[in-house]
């Protein structure tokens, strides 16, 4: 079985010719707004100019395979992989993984109070709803690797500066997604509470939580996945743990050891992967947290919550009194649960633990502030040219806009094969589901490093590595959308004998395009962070730059490189409210 029937491939069937004509008659006809227009021509010329910077880049298959000797050199020298002692091994890991969760950990603590004060309906005002929002924005653009410059500058090199600047980091997406979510919440109770005379934190623990706390999981796993990727350049700059010791082994010339803990940091990803994926599947359950294009971001599709299954009770027998709620049978589900509660608070003093924190540092880092503030600010081009780094910024939009570019075809094809109602088989949607899983399990950071090897320093490396890692996390976001979409256009369809093809074409991309803008604007944020990294390896861009100023503590030039860097994300956030606001 293919995408296509095979007997009726290329032709539509004329019953569904007929109910296409039936349904046009029907719709009523909607005016196109000038401003959805202006959207339209705006989407055009994006990704005229990403076509465009992928034929700056220059990327060329031919020469790819030419330079492949490149890449057989590399390998004779690096003669093959080794590893730290196991012991070694196995307390970097528990560091890499501890320093991960703890920072995780810390920004959704702090995410907390500003998604309330961010949400539009509980925050105090509008005045506080904005300073929330940017908040979240201006964390969200600095990178976590210039956080965590600053930070070893005020505290001691081990586990902190990187907890630190995977937290601040990490507040800007977690926020926000926190926000969302509870702009989405039942209102019933919040306000049968306020009625009843209860307090603002009574609506919070008692209104909100319970209905959001599934969702925040979610998301707060989800992050860690991206953390964990992402700790890998913290060790450039000095954050202990597996990204330190590779870095110490690339700038050794010792590649096999360097490529040994690449291996052994992706097979991390896709365990951690794996986990969280269960985790988030036990927290959801049957309810449904797919009500908008960032959640699905997050959430597999999973059936509402108001669609409770035929005959099933409205709540347990245990419940329907104080008396009886008092004594709660420890059901399979009960002990379940409590096993998972404390297996999760184990690890969690576990990694706080592993980390070795240094209290004292928190008291002392007070002294140094002053001095460290001094040399980030004020902000400074210093010996370059401002036309040079305007020049280098436009070149680090270019390389995000080929790579999304790059990433927007495989990901369609791969995110439709992964979804349920599309995939020809449950077997392709496994394997596709399965691909998806491992191309987000590799670090860019890593791919990048090993794609200089192949192609040379300069922008094409960082473009073929921004694209693949894209493809799974865009293919996904694909898949859990495409999923998510009405049934009833397709099964209508298909009941007039359309093709799979013609189904797809007809009733499934057209109900999924809006999530699918929304979803490549969020591409293109995380890409144009994303090549500020890796232009330190190499990668072309503002990167370069960048790290030139860190390693010459140039720390004022670093200062001006992320307020560029925060405008454009100003920017490309601007565009994607805007166009989802005007596709809605």
Not at 101 to 126: C, E, F, K, Q, R
Not at 282 to 310: E, V, Y
Not at 444 to 453: G, N, P, Q, R, W
């Amino acid at each position: 079985m293919t995408l296509v029937d095979a007997p009726n491939a290329g032709r539509a069937h004329p019953d569904a010719r007929g109910a296409h004509a039936d349904v046009a008659e029907r719709a009523p006809k909607r005016p196109i707004s000038p401003e959805r227009i202006a959207a339209s021509l705006t989407l055009l010329a994006l990704l005229a100019l990403g076509v465009l910077a992928v034929n700056e880049v220059g990327i060329s298959i031919p020469a790819m395979v030419q330079s492949w000797g490149n890449a057989e050199n590399f390998i004779a020298r690096v003669g093959g992989l080794s590893f730290p002692e196991f012991g070694d091994l196995v307390w970097l890991i528990a560091l890499t993984v501890g320093l991960v969760l703890v920072g995780t950990l810390l920004a959704a603590v702090l995410s907390v109070p500003i998604a309330y004060l961010a949400a539009s309906n509980t925050t105090p005002g509008n005045g506080w709803r904005a300073a929330a929002r940017f908040v979240g924005v201006l964390t969200r653009a600095l990178p976590d690797v210039v956080l965590a410059m600053a930070f070893v500058l005020m505290f001691s090199l081990g586990t902190l500066p990187g907890i630190l600047a995977i937290g601040i980091h990490s507040i800007g997406m977690i926020s926000k997604m926190f926000a969302d979510a509870i702009e989405q919440i039942d209102e019933g109770p919040r306000l049968a509470i306020r009625a009843a005379g209860g307090s603002k934190v009574q609506e919070f623990t008692s209104g909100i939580l319970p209905q959001v706390l599934p969702s925040w999981v979610a998301t707060v796993l989800h992050r860690n996945d991206i953390n964990l990727r992402g700790s890998v350049v913290l060790g450039y700059v000095g954050v202990a743990g597996l990204g330190l010791e590779m870095s110490y082994a690339f700038k050794a010339l010792n590649y096999g050891k360097g490529l040994g803990i690449a291996l052994v940091i992706f097979i991390l990803c896709i365990v951690m992967e794996i986990v969280s994926s269960m985790v988030r599947g036990a927290m959801l359950g049957t309810q449904k947290h797919t009500r908008s294009w960032i959640d699905r971001l997050l959430h597999p599709r999973l059936r509402d919550a108001g669609a409770a299954p035929a005959g099933a009770p409205e709540r347990p027998a245990w419940a329907a009194t104080p008396q009886t709620a008092a004594r709660r049978p420890w059901t399979a589900e009960r002990v379940r649960n409590t096993i998972g509660g404390a297996v999760a608070l184990v690890v969690v003093v576990g990694s706080v633990v592993v980390s070795q924190i240094n209290w004292l540092d928190f008291v002392t880092f007070w002294a140094k502030l002053p001095e460290v503030a001094a040399r980030f600010w004020p902000p400074s081009f210093g010996s370059y040219d401002a036309a040079v780094m305007v020049s280098a910024m436009v070149d680090t939009v270019a390389i995000a806009l080929a790579a999304t570019v790059l990433t927007l075809l495989p990901s369609l094809l791969l995110g439709s094969l992964a979804a349920s109602n599309v995939a020809p088989g449950s077997g392709i949607r496994g394997a596709a589901r399965f691909l998806l899983v491992g191309i987000r399990g590799i670090p860019e950071l890593i791919l990048a490093i090993v794609l200089v090897v192949i192609t040379g320093l300069g922008a094409q490396a960082g473009v073929i590595a921004l694209a693949i890692g894209g493809i799974g996390l865009l293919g996904k976001l694909i898949a859990d959308s495409f999923e998510e979409v009405d049934r009833g256009p397709e099964r209508a369809l298909r009941a007039v004998g359309a093709t799979r093809l013609q189904t797809y074409a007809s009733a499934t991309v057209p109900q999924g395009m809006q999530a699918l803008i929304g979803h490549s604007f969020y591409m293109l944020d995380t890409n144009i962070r994303a090549a500020t990294i890796l232009g330190i390896v190499g990668g072309g861009g503002v990167g370069y730059y960048l790290l030139n100023a860190s390693q010459g503590s140039r720390y004022e030039t670093v200062t001006a490189i992320v307020l560029m860097i925060l405008v454009t994300v100003l920017i490309v956030e601007g565009l994607a409210m805007w166009m989802r606001k005007v596709f809605r």
